[in-house]
C-alpha cells in the first residue's frame, strides 16, 4: 500500500485528530519508534499521549501476553476472579503499594481515564453526602459529562451541548503569577460560609497538567491544598492519570510531597502495553460501592493485567528504572532549555519526564512539531492554545534516542524561526 | 493452586460483583466453556454479559490476534491512521453497513459502552441546541455522570450521589400492560406544548431492554417512537450495545423494524474477541463533533480493531450465520418455555438469543443460578430486582452445549423448586 | 385624558401582557365593575386571575385599611411582631384551619405565588434529603427557577433559557382520556425501583389547573395520589394559589377529598382585596426551616393583613358564603353549558367558580374574548393553547351581574360563531 | 394587650425571625420611630431592611394613597394599564431615567426582590444563549431557586435541600485585602479559554454587599467589571434592591461610575411606603421577554405605584435630598468611628447611609444589638458571621434623631465592652 486509504475520509467521524498532524499510515511500533506503510520510521515523542511509557511492543510484556492467548487465558471475564487478576494484584500490592505505605484498594473501573474520574467523583459524593467537587484551571479530566465539569477546556466542554454542574473552580498553583497563591484564595473561600463555595466532597487536581500546559505545582502548594481538603472533610484525589506510572520520575506524581491522596485515578501506561486499562486506588474508608454500583462490561481488561504485571516487575521492583528516569529527566530538560533559547520568550514547562517548551503561540507549536514531522519525530502541543511543544517520549527510550529527537526538534524549531524571520524580513 | 487467593478480599475494591456468585478463580477459556483453577469446566451462559457473542478465544481471531503482536503491530495508536483499524473500517463497511444501505460514519470513543452513550448524547445536545433527552423505564444505558442519567435503576442512579438531570423518563413498551400503548402517552405529551417535557434533543433507547429485564419492544412500537423522534426534530439513539452484534438473531437488533437510527451505540461484542471496544455510528449530518471534541486515550484498540475485523469476515459475509441463529434461538425458547412451566407465574421474556424467563423474584432466580453453577453452569439474573433468570449464551454454542445448558438450568429449577415446595410442606 | 398615554409603549417592558387584549387604561374599580379613562364600564370575568375572589374595594376591607393607614399602622415590618399580624393569625387559626381540623402553620413567605411554591419545594428537599419533585402535564406553579421546573408551560419554560431540573413529569388525571387513570402509570413507576424515577421529595399538585387549561382532578385521583405520596415518603403539596380561598366553593379546592396535605401554597385572594400576599402552610412536622432560612424583605405585607383578616371574618365565619357560592356555581356551569352548544365539538371544563369552555382553538377563544370586552366584559383565556374561555368572576358577583356577564359572552360567541360561518360561505 | 399573643409561637412558622431579636408586638411606626403595644417608643435604624429609606408612613404617600383607595382606584390590576401605572412611569422617566441619560424599561416583577433577580438571570441568559452567570463572595440576591444559587450565605443554601447550579463564584472585591485586586483573577479567568469558566451571560453584583457585611466595591474595581462583561459580551447586572434609592447618598448606587449596567433590579424602598414591589430596568435591546413570558399575578402592585410616584416627586425631582444625604452619610461615619473606637480591632464598612462597625464577632455584635434595643433602639447586623453591626436608618430621619441613636448605640457598645471587660478580669 502507498496511498493513504480514503476509508478514513468517508467511513471515521469527523472526531478523529491525530491523524491529521501525522498524516501517514503507521504498521508497526517497536520501542521508541513508529513505521508508517512506507516503510519510513520515526521517534515517537508522544507515546501514546503517556499511555506508552514502556515504550511499544515490550518484549517481555509482548511474550507474555502471547503465551496467554496462546494458552487460552481468559480474554474477557468481567470481574470474575481471574488467576491473571490475583498475580496483578499482588504485584501492584507487593511492588507499588506496600513499599510506599499505601493501604488503597484497587476498583476496577470501565478502561478509559474519564470512567475512573467518574467513579473517583461518585465515590466523595456518595461518601461526603455533599455534591460539589473543586477543580482547577486549565486541568484536564476527560469529556463524559461528570468529568468533562471538572475539566477546564472550552472547546471540550462546548462539546457536551449543555450545562455542566457540580464543580468550582480555583485557580491551579502559579495562575496568577509566582506573586500570587492561589492557596490563599481556596482557604479564605472555604473558610468563609458565605463565601457561596459549597462544602466540597472532594478537591480534585493533577499535580503536573499535562493536557493543560504542563503546568507543575508546586509540592508545598499540593501539600496545602491536601490539608484543606482534610480540613474541610473532602476528600483529596489526585488524577495521575497521565503523571503516574513514571512520567514525573517516581512511580505515583506525588510522591514526596508528603501527602496520602484518598482516591488516585489511574489509566494510560498503567496496562504498560498500552491496553485499555483504568484504576482507581482509594482507600478502604472510602471504598463503599456496592457489589456493581459502578460497573461495566470492560472493567478489567485481562490481557491488561498480564501486561500490567510484567511492567511492574519489569520496573518498579527495585529502584534501577527510577535512577535512569532522572538521568533522562536531565537530558530532556537540558534539550528543551536550548529550544528554548531559540524562541524569544519560552518557557520550560513541566516536570521530571513530562516537560515541554510554551512557545508562546499555538501556530507556532503546531509549525514546530509539523516540521518535526517532517523531518521523522512524532511530537505534539498541549496548553489552552496549544501553545506548548511537549515531549512525552517513552521512559525506557535510551539516551541516543532521546538525544536525536530533542535534535529534530531543534532543527525543525530553527527552521521555523528562520522562515518566520526571512518572511518578517 | 486450590485455594481462592485472599488478593481480592484484601485488595480488590468491595464494587466487584461477578465473582461473589461464582466464587471460584476462572483461569482457561474456549468457545463456550470456562475452566477454573481446580480444572473444572462450566458452560458459559453469560459470556460476558454479551460481549463473547463469538465464544471465548475464537481459534480464527485468536491466530489474527497473536501473529499482530509478534509482528510488532500497534497495540496503542491514539486515533492515528493504522493499517489494522483501515482493515477493519473496510471490513465493517463493506459487510455490515453498505449492505444495509446505512450511511452512517464510525467514531471511535473510549472503550467502554458509557462512552458510546455519552458521546451520542453529547451529539445530539449539541446537534439540536436542545438539552433534554427522552429515555425509558428499565432502561439501562451506563453509570458515567451522563449516561447514568438515562440508566433507569435506582441502585445504580444512587451510586451517584448527586441528581441526575437532563432526561425525561418515559415507560417503555408494555410497561403497563399489553392494552395500554405507552406510545400514546409519548405522542401526546411531545405534541402538547404545555405537557412540561422540553423538546427533546433525543429518544434514546434499546430495542431489548437488557439489563432491564429482558424487555423487547414490538416493532411498532419502536417504529412509532422513531417516527415521532422524526417529527418532533429529535435524533433516535438506538443503545444496541448489548442486543448488537448478533444477540437478537441479526447483527443489529433493529433491523427489519423499518428505522434507521440517527445514532447507534456499539460495544460489548464488537471487538469479537472481548477485547474493550466501543463506537458510535453516526449518521454524516449528525457528525458534527471537531476533532478530538470528544476524545480519550483509548478510542480506538488496535487489537480489538484485528479480531473485530476478523469476527465480521468470519461471521457477516454471508447469511449462513444468521441462519443458525434462527435456529438456536428457537432451542433456547423452546428450552425456557420448559423452564417457566416449572414456576407458577413465570413468564418468557426476551428475543432471539437474548432470552429468559421471569420466575417472579429475585431470590428464587438467585438460587437458580447459584444451584445452577453448582451444576457447572454459569448463568446470571437481571431485571429490576433481578427475577430474570438470563441466558445469554455465545451465539456460537454448539447446538449440543446449548441443550446440555439448557438441561442444567432445568435440573437446578426443578432442585429449588421441589427443596421450596418441602420447606413449605 | 382620553388617549392611552404612549408612556407604556415607551417605558414599560414588552413583558407586559393582559393590558394587549384590553386595550384601555383602567382607572376605578368596584365589586365586579371596572372603570376606564373614558368612563366607561365593564363586568370584570378575569377578577385579577383569581386574586379578587372578594371583588374590588370591598367596602370592609377597604374601611379596615383606611383605618390602619390613618392610624400609621405597620406598613412594612419584616417579620416582627405587629398586632395586625396577630389578629390575622387568629382569624385565620379560629374560622380556617380549626374548624377542619388542621394543624398547619403559616409560612409568610415573599408575596407572590411563585415564592411560596420555591419555599415548599425546599421544605420538601429538605425535609426529606430528596431532590426529585413529581409534577403533571399542564400544571403551572410559577416562573421562577425552582418554580418553573415543576411549571409544564412551554413558552414560559423557555424563558429561563437554561435547563430547569430536579422534576419529574408525570400525567394529570385526564390526560389520556377517560379509560386510562393516569395514577396507575404514577403507581407502577414509584414501586418500580428500576423505573428512572427517582424516589420524590414531594407531589405537587393543583386540583384544579387553572391556567393549564381548567383540567378538574377527581378527587379519587387526587386521593390515590395523596396515598402514593404517604407511601413513598413523599409530601404532599397542594399548589391551592389559583383554586383556593372560595374558587371551588370550599376556602380549600381539596376539601372532601379525604386527604391532609403535608404542604399548602396560597396566593392570589388570600389577601382578600388584591394585595400582594402568599402563604405556604405546613404541617407542624415539616416546619423545618430555621429562622430566616427561606427569607425575603415582603414576607408579611401588613396591609394585607388588616384585609386578609376581614376577609376570613365577613366570609368564612359561618357557611352562609359557601351556599351562595354553590347556587353560582350552578349559573356559571348553565350559562357556559349553552356556550358550549355554540360551537361545535366545545366541552366544559373546571370546577366550582373556576369554570371555562374549551372552545377547540386558541383563536376562536381569543376572538371571542374580544369580542366580549367590545361589548363590555372582561374575559381572558387558558390551556396550552388558549383554547379555553376562562370564567373567573369574583365570588361575590350578584347573581344578576353574572348573568348579564354570561349574556354578554354568548353575544359574543354567537357573534363570532356567524362571522366565521359568514366567512366561510 | 400587654402579654406578647402566643398565637405566634402556635401558628407561625419556625421560619419567622426578626422577631426573635426584637420580641415584642409593634403598632404604629411613623418617620424613624416604633411604637409596640406598651406604648413604648423605639428610634428605627433597621428600616425595613432598606425598605423605609423615606420612613414610616411618610404623611404625603399616605394621604395619596388613602385618596386612592377611597376614590376606588384599583387595587390589583394584573398588568392592565392604569392611570396610576402612568403616572408613576412618567415620574420615574422624568425624574430618574431622562436626567441620567437612562434608556431602560421597566419591567413589573412580581413583588420581591428574588423575582426581579431571577427575571434578570432569565433575560441574561435567553438573550446570550449561556447559562453560566458570574457571581461574588458575600453576595446577597435571595433565596429562590435562580437567585439562591448567586447568594453566596451558605444557611440560606443550605436551605434549598439540592445543588444549586448556572453560577461561577468570583472573590469580590477586596476579598483577599487591599494588595490584591480581584478584578486580575477575573479577567485571567474569562481571557484564558481553558479556564473551566464558561463564557458568562451576565456579571452580577451589589456595588455595596448589605448582607454581605457592607462590603463597598471600588468605583475602579466596578468599572473594570463592567468592562470585562462588555469584552466578554455578558450582560452587567447591578443588584441594587438594597443599595438603591438613595441609600448610598444617590438614587442609583452606581452613580459617578462611569457604566451603564444592561440591568437593574430594584425593589425594597422602591415603593417608597414599604409596600411589596419589585422591578426591573432593563436596556432595550435585552428586553427580550415576550408577553408574559415572565410573569407573576402580583407584577405591578397599584397601591405602590401611587405612593413610589409621590417619592420620587417628592424627593428626588431637584438635589435637596441629596445634599442632605451627604450631610447625614457623615454624621454616621462619625458615629461609627466612634464606635470602632471602643472595640480593638473594629473596622468601618460600608458607604454612604448603609453603613456599619464589624466587631469582629457575631456574638458581640449580637450582644451590642440586644442592648441598644433595651435602651430603644432597632438595630441589626449583617455579614457572613452576623459580625457588623448595621446602620440602615431610613433617609429621612432628622439628624438629632440620627445623633440620639449613634449614641444610645455608643452606650450600647460601650456597656457590652464594659460587661465583658469585667467578666474577664
Request: with cysteine; proline share 3%.
Amino acid at each position: 500500500m502507498t496511498a493513504i486509504s480514503d476509508i478514513f475520509e468517508r467511513r471515521e467521524s469527523e472526531a478523529r485528530s491525530y491523524c491529521r498532524g501525522f498524516n501517514t499510515v503507521f504498521t508497526k511500533a517497536s520501542g521508541s519508534m513508529l513505521t508508517d506503510h512506507k516503510g519510513r520510521s520515526y521517534i515517537d515523542f508522544l507515546a501514546g499521549c503517556s499511555s506508552l511509557n514502556y515504550g511499544h511492543n515490550d518484549p517481555d510484556m509482548k511474550t507474555a501476553l502471547v503465551d496467554h492467548i496462546m494458552n487460552d487465558g481468559l480474554a474477557h471475564g468481567l470481574d470474575l476472579h481471574t488467576d491473571t487478576k490475583a498475580d496483578f494484584l499482588t504485584a501492584f500490592e507487593t511492588h507499588i503499594l506496600e513499599p510506599r505505605g499505601m493501604d488503597h484498594r484497587l476498583m476496577f473501573v470501565g478502561p478509559t481515564g474519564a470512567n475512573a474520574v467518574e467513579a473517583a467523583m461518585k465515590i466523595a459524593r456518595k461518601a461526603t453526602g455533599r455534591t460539589n467537587i473543586i477543580a482547577f484551571t486549565n486541568g484536564f479530566h476527560g469529556v463524559t459529562h461528570g468529568a468533562l465539569a471538572a475539566t477546564g477546556n472550552g472547546y471540550h466542554r462546548g462539546g457536551a451541548g449543555t450545562s455542566l454542574n457540580g464543580v468550582t473552580r480555583m485557580p491551579y498553583d502559579g495562575y496568577l503569577g509566582a506573586e500570587f497563591d492561589t492557596a490563599d484564595l481556596l482557604e479564605t473561600m472555604l473558610d468563609d460560609a458565605s463565601s457561596g463555595v459549597d462544602a466540597p466532597a472532594a478537591i480534585l487536581l493533577e499535580t503536573v497538567q499535562g493536557e493543560g500546559g504542563l503546568n507543575a505545582a508546586r509540592p508545598e502548594w499540593v501539600k496545602r491544598v491536601a490539608d484543606l481538603a482534610k480540613k474541610h472533610g473532602a476528600l483529596l484525589i489526585v488524577d495521575d492519570i497521565q503523571a503516574g506510572c513514571g512520567r514525573t520520575g517516581r512511580f505515583f506524581s506525588f510522591e514526596e510531597m508528603g501527602i496520602k491522596p484518598d482516591v488516585i485515578t489511574m489509566a494510560k501506561s498503567v496496562s504498560g502495553f498500552g491496553l485499555p486499562m483504568a484504576l482507581v486506588l482509594v482507600r478502604p474508608e472510602y471504598d463503599i460501592f456496592g457489589p456493581a454500583e459502578h460497573n461495566g462490561t470492560f472493567r478489567g481488561n485481562t490481557h491488561a493485567f498480564v501486561t500490567a504485571r510484567v511492567a511492574i516487575e519489569k520496573f518498579w521492583k527495585t529502584d534501577d528504572f527510577q535512577k535512569e528516569l532522572a538521568i533522562k529527566a536531565d537530558l530532556i530538560a537540558e534539550g528543551l532549555a536550548g529550544l528554548a533559547l531559540l524562541i524569544p520568550g519560552a518557557t520550560l514547562k513541566g516536570r521530571g519526564l513530562m516537560r515541554g517548551v510554551d512557545v508562546g503561540s499555538g501556530e507556532l507549536a503546531s509549525e514546530i512539531c509539523a516540521r518535526a514531522f517532517q523531518k521523522g519525530l512524532v511530537i505534539e502541543t498541549s496548553g489552552p492554545n496549544d501553545e506548548v511543544v511537549k515531549v512525552l517520549a517513552a521512559l525506557t527510550t535510551p539516551e541516543a534516542t532521546l538525544a536525536k529527537g530533542l535534535n529534530i526538534l531543534l532543527d525543525a524549531a530553527r527552521d521555523v524561526v528562520e522562515t518566520e524571520t526571512k518572511a518578517a524580513g
